[in-house]
């Protein structure tokens, strides 16, 4: 009974779709994934063969910030936008709590597990999940293999430690090298977190209201981190002002630094400098436990849609086993199960097989909206003032947790 | 006659040669810029610093950024939009001018520094609910949406540089032009309009650069691909985890010099004696 | 002194015919010819201004949706002159716009004047001098974030070779440094703007004064101070009152360079701003801190506004 309803409504609707236009679903992506003859075209051309009624209109969009996100908030809140968008995960709490973006819980619900947990995470918002997960990246480290052997140092492998690190970073540091690099404008909260939670740390209190990253474990990681980052002899002054990954690639390939972290997008980068020395990708080193940082984008759904099942169905398919050559074809991992043996380029490549192994323990950050301002307003201040300043570790974390415990309130 | 020819121009040499060592300090950046357009990607970020491409100049990426994306359109697009908006604001301003320096309004110099009103605020917030009244309008996503935004901006800058300009102009001249027999406004438009010809020239130019170069109202309110204006064109260089640096310079250059170009033509009208030979005629 | 009676018809706006005929039945036209201007501002500028004034005085706060947007009065403004990071703001505003000003209206000054005199490649010139100002400014600001950078720019590779410095400085990543590298690059940028506006003003100063001032021997020093300051004073004082405003309103060059930082350091209230709105999602705080900086700027450019209607009436 339900299903010959379901198939005249079906049918129904198909007779719509010849008779009217089709539906339109415009689509954000990032503008590097852009272009007419792009994969994602191949594959929205594929998707409209097989959906006559669907139209997908690509729109590449510059992927910064101030020519993304804001624009989009600033779209979705005055009712306009688009009906769907690739977000970077970090966006996602932020479009979820303004209410900005749907819930697809509804559509998701018994397929959460063909996704990787992590990336999902980062959608999940007071009950609901505000997205689908697209790709993921987990951060690892990049070493100058021909230094480290020049060095007389075993190489980096799974089982690495924190203390094999800070030899390798203070052999490395010759005078002509520094051993370490990192993006120094934001202070290098994002290469901590890692550290932070190899030593056990845990940034918040399970229901989003109290900052706890001011705790034993949370303190020893963060010396040990600073502790190399704020010497002037281990970590180039210029990573002061980086935040941009290019810097961080040129200043490898340079032979400048000869470690830093970073995930799979960085592969391409060093590779296109031609470095004139061997080097490889290690997991991050551990501490007994392992943790990396996850990172990527996610599927979203404009609130203000009027097409939710044609957008839906797209969602559908860009993130079922089509997602597969369809990242292989830019290089990145799909944030679905089954990326490790179904993608091509994991398979061709150690280095990615590395990074891809690191996803296992990758974590995401907090999903609270108001810990990108927690991060930008308080512990990157407090890094700063210890890396220019020589301030106290000890009482700048306090300094930040008072200073989260604000902002949280 | 010729030694004359001779002995000015000795006068002049020495400050041609100040004007132009000013001119090479001030166009550094821009050099930097031509000469990052033209190096090998791989040579771009090399430490110890290298000024000038090693390998050969690599011209690729001033034929790259016209298949990249569709900066053909853009540009065309940019024209399309400041000339418009440029046409409007002089328009605009220079009636506003008139009115403001040679008719006794009341409260004209209220009016005239609440002009400036509008650019006390900072432009972020004014986007969000000018984005609602674009929407109302059914303007979002137009060329028309940046043509009156940026129509609208320029303002009062046109507006106080041509009413300034304007009462510099004696009365005299336009009294005498109205006892031939010309209406008032007649008279003001072709005795004045003229005579003001550095400052609308300092209008336009103004206008044209500022519609040239917006990116916050174009980004926002422009989404379609097709409408997209060189300022979105040049970010779409700036990636999210590098920025491809040779299209971007050389896209910033090939934005660039069309209007320094329009300008060398166009600074003629900022040239001495105009005015005064009129005036004393 | 002939030029006494024709430098007052220079100046002086109200001719005497207007004085003579009735105000309002001969100054209607000049209502409708301010019209169309006025009208286009009140409604592209002036509604979201009036919009923005309302949201200032309601707790909107994007990323809490539940909480509505009530009413609060006068509370964002209480907790925006509360916060240590607005009077920091402030005061980082007044080193930013005040050094923008100086530096780029001296130099404006300076340039146009040196562009004034006649020379051969004068236009070429001019057109070279507009450079800065034509380039688009996130990719002007980004090439020269590129050439402060510590490790791979071009400055200083120029001062290690030159001997100044010892190795590559981090220019923007230092709170002594930051500020002045980040200035640089805003007056490089806006000088060509005052520039042009005085080389305009210039234009209209009747050659035979200064030509008769020469004849009366007076040194380059007298016939600037006494011949053409006078007459571009009404220009300089419009050239000083939008570059407050241009510096004060300018985001890209601080933003794009160092957000504001490091620890604040250049964190002016247009960043700060923008920060509440688009980081905190606050935008009640946001709108009220930018309000209040209306009112600081607004005393200035009254202030500025009166010398400007006395500049045209003084002399």
Same mark, same amino acid.
């Given at each position: 009974m339900k299903k010959t309803r379901l198939l005249l409504v079906a049918l129904a609707l198909m007779a719509l779709a010849v008779a009217n236009a089709q539906t339109r679903v415009t689509v954000w992506i990032y503008e590097s994934f852009g272009?007419?003859?792009?994969p994602i075209a191949k594959a929205a051309a594929d998707f409209m063969a097989q959906n006559p009624d669907i139209e997908i209109v690509l729109v590449p969009t510059a992927s910064t910030s101030a020519a993304y996100r804001d624009p989009f908030m600033v779209a979705a809140q005055g009712g306009g936008g688009p009906d769907v968008l690739m977000a970077d995960i970090a966006w996602s709490p932020e479009f979820a709590a303004m209410g900005i973006v749907k819930d697809l819980s509804g559509h998701l619900a018994g397929k959460e597990d063909e996704y990787f947990p992590g990336p999902l995470d980062t959608l999940r918002y007071e009950g609901g999940i505000y997205g689908v997960p697209f790709y993921t990246n987990a951060l690892g480290m990049f070493y100058n293999k021909t230094a480290f052997e020049e060095a007389g140092l075993p190489l980096p492998d799974d089982d690495w430690t924190w203390d094999d690190f800070r030899t390798a970073v203070d052999t490395l540091s010759n005078g002509e090298m520094y051993g370490f690099g990192l993006e120094g404008a934001w202070g290098g909260t994002f290469e901590w977190y890692p550290w932070f939670w190899q030593a056990g740390g845990q940034l918040l209190s399970d229901d989003g209201t109290a900052p706890l990253f001011n705790s034993e474990a949370g303190l020893e990681a963060t010396r040990f981190f600073l502790d190399i980052v704020a010497n002037p002899r281990y970590v180039?002054? /210029? /990573?002061?002002t980086w935040k941009g990954w290019a810097e961080l690639a040129a200043a490898f390939s340079n032979e400048v630094i000869a470690m830093y972290e970073v995930g799979d997008w960085g592969i391409a980068m060093v590779d296109g400098m031609n470095p004139p020395f061997e080097w490889g990708v290690a997991p991050l080193p551990s501490n007994g436990q392992r943790a990396s940082l996850v990172g990527g984008a996610n599927w979203v759904m404009n609130a203000n849609t009027k097409v939710e099942d044609a957008a839906w169905r797209w969602l559908e398919y860009i993130t079922g086993p089509a997602v597969f050559p369809l990242m292989d074809g830019y290089n990145r991992v799909a944030a679905r199960r089954g990326a490790a043996e179904a993608q091509e380029i994991v398979k061709a490549d150690p280095r990615m097989q590395v990074l891809t192994a690191s996803l296992e323990f990758a974590k995401a950050r907090p999903t609270v909206p108001l810990w990108t301002t927690v991060d930008y307003d308080c512990l990157q201040p407090a890094f700063v003032r210890v890396i220019l300043e020589g301030a106290d570790v000890t009482s700048e974390m306090a300094n930040a947790e008072m200073c989260a415990l604000d902002v949280l309130r | 006659m010729a030694s004359a020819r001779l002995r000015r121009r000795t006068r002049q040499l020495p400050a041609m040669l100040v004007a132009f060592f000013v001119c090479f300090v001030f166009a550094i950046p821009f050099l930097w810029m031509i000469l990052t357009s033209l190096k090998l990607p791989s040579e771009l970020f090399t430490s110890p610093v290298q000024v000038f491409p090693r390998s050969g100049v690599y011209w690729e990426a001033y034929t790259r950024i016209w298949t990249a994306g569709q900066f053909g359109r853009y540009f065309w697009n940019s024209t399309l939009v400041a000339t418009i908006a440029t046409g409007a604001s002089v328009a605009l301003s220079v009636f506003a001018a008139i009115g403001f320096a040679r008719y006794k309004l009341k409260g004209g110099n209220y009016l005239l520094l609440g002009v400036l009103l509008s650019q006390l605020f900072p432009l972020v917030l004014l986007v969000p609910p000018f984005y609602t009244v674009l929407r109302e309008l059914r303007i979002l996503d137009t060329h028309l949406a940046l043509v009156i935004a940026y129509t609208s901006f320029s303002l009062p800058f046109s507006i106080w540089m041509l009413t300034g300009y304007f009462r510099s102009i004696p009365f005299e001249l336009e009294e005498s032009a109205m006892i031939d027999g010309a209406t008032r406004l007649g008279a003001q438009l072709r005795v004045v309009l003229p005579l003001a010809g550095p400052g609308i020239a300092a209008t336009v130019i103004y206008s044209f650069i500022l519609a040239w170069n917006e990116f916050l109202f174009a980004t926002t309110f422009i989404s379609s691909p097709d409408l997209r204006t060189l300022p979105i064109g040049l970010q779409a260089f700036i990636g999210q985890y590098s920025t491809d640096w040779n299209l971007l310079m050389a896209g910033a250059v090939v934005t660039t010099v069309p209007v320094i170009v329009m300008f060398v033509f166009l600074q003629r009208y900022l040239v001495a004696g105009l005015t005064a030979g009129a005036v004393k005629g | 002194m002939l030029k006494r009676d024709e430098r007052k018809g220079l100046v002086a706006p109200q001719g005497a015919t207007n004085r003579r005929t009735g105000r309002l039945h001969r100054n209607w036209p000049g209502y409708v010819l301010v019209l169309p201007a006025m009208l286009a501002l009140v409604g592209v500028i002036g509604y979201p201004l009036v919009r923005a004034f309302i949201m200032s005085l309601h707790k909107i706060i994007l990323i809490r949706p539940q909480l509505g947007q009530p009413f609060v009065g006068l509370e964002n403004y209480a907790t925006v002159l509360k916060s240590p990071y607005f009077s920091n703001a402030i005061w980082q505003t007044f080193v930013w716009t005040s050094v923008n000003l100086v530096g780029q209206l001296v130099l404006g000054l300076l340039i146009a004047l040196l562009l004034n005199s006649a020379f051969p490649g004068r236009g070429i010139a001019r057109s070279v001098m507009l450079i800065p100002w034509v380039i688009p400014s996130v990719v002007a600001v980004l090439t020269w974030k590129w050439m402060y950078d510590g490790q791979f720019g071009v400055i200083n590779s120029l001062l290690v070779r030159l001997g100044l410095i010892e190795k590559g400085v981090a220019w923007l990543g230092n709170t002594g440094t930051a500020m002045g590298a980040v200035l640089i690059e805003s007056i490089w940028k806006g000088t060509p703007f005052v520039l042009i506006m005085l080389l305009a003003g210039l234009q209209a100063i009747p050659a035979e004064l200064t030509d008769s001032a020469s004849v009366d021997g007076a040194n380059v020093w007298q016939r600037f101070r006494y011949v053409t300051f006078p007459f571009l004073k009404p220009t300089i004082v419009i050239a000083a009152t939008l570059t407050t405003i241009y510096s004060y309103n300018n985001f890209n060059s601080i933003w794009l360079m160092t957000e504001g930082g490091p620890l604040r350091a250049t964190e002016t209230l247009t960043i700060l701003t923008y920060k509440l709105a688009f980081r905190n999602f606050d935008m009640g705080s946001a709108t009220a801190a930018g309000v209040l900086t209306f009112f600081v700027l607004l005393v200035f450019v009254v202030v500025f506004g009166r010398q400007y209607v006395k500049s045209q009436m003084e002399f």
């Open positions: 272009g007419n003859d792009s180039p002054e /210029a /990573a002061k | - | -």
